[in-house]
């Protein structure tokens, strides 16, 4: 079965930098979209970043775009989370997923139930 594990995550001053990874194990991942989404307390899960097959990538917020950057390396079986510029209210527990239902996908989804499998999330935590 496919396992993804995150890390990366901690406690940071506002304006800070972090990255994020998100290791698969069990299989390649090589053929299948992979995704970001965060949760703070008391909200729903939120879309952050989407990245396809070949790194097509697909972001949740017009503020995202500039300070959060997704990468994959598929000979590592890994996706990274690169975010620039952290704000407080990017404090959130940042959940990885993967959609094993399309390979080779044409289109990103966004939603969490579009996954199949999740990891254990990692605590981001920016101090203002």
């Known amino acids: 079965q496919v396992q993804l594990v995150e890390s990366g995550g901690g406690l940071v001053q506002a304006g800070g930098s972090l990255r994020l990874s998100c290791a698969a194990s069990?299989?390649?991942?090589?053929?299948?979209?992979m995704g970001w989404f965060r949760q703070a307390p008391g909200k729903e899960r939120e879309f952050v970043s989407a990245?396809?097959?070949?790194?097509?990538?697909?972001y949740g917020a017009d503020s995202e775009k500039g300070r959060f950057t997704t990468s994959r390396d598929n000979d590592k079986n890994t996706m990274y989370l690169h975010i620039n510029g952290l704000e407080f209210e990017d404090t959130a527990v940042y959940y990885c997923?993967?959609?094993?239902?399309?390979?080779?996908?044409?289109?990103?989804?966004?939603?969490?139930?579009?996954?199949?499998?999740w990891g254990q999330g990692t605590q981001v935590t920016v101090s203002s």
């Open positions: 997923a993967a959609d094993l239902s399309r390979p080779h996908p044409l289109t990103l989804p966004r939603r969490p139930e579009d996954y199949d499998v």
């Open positions: 069990g299989r390649p991942l090589s053929s299948y979209a």
């Open positions: 990245i396809a097959w070949n790194g097509g990538a697909a």
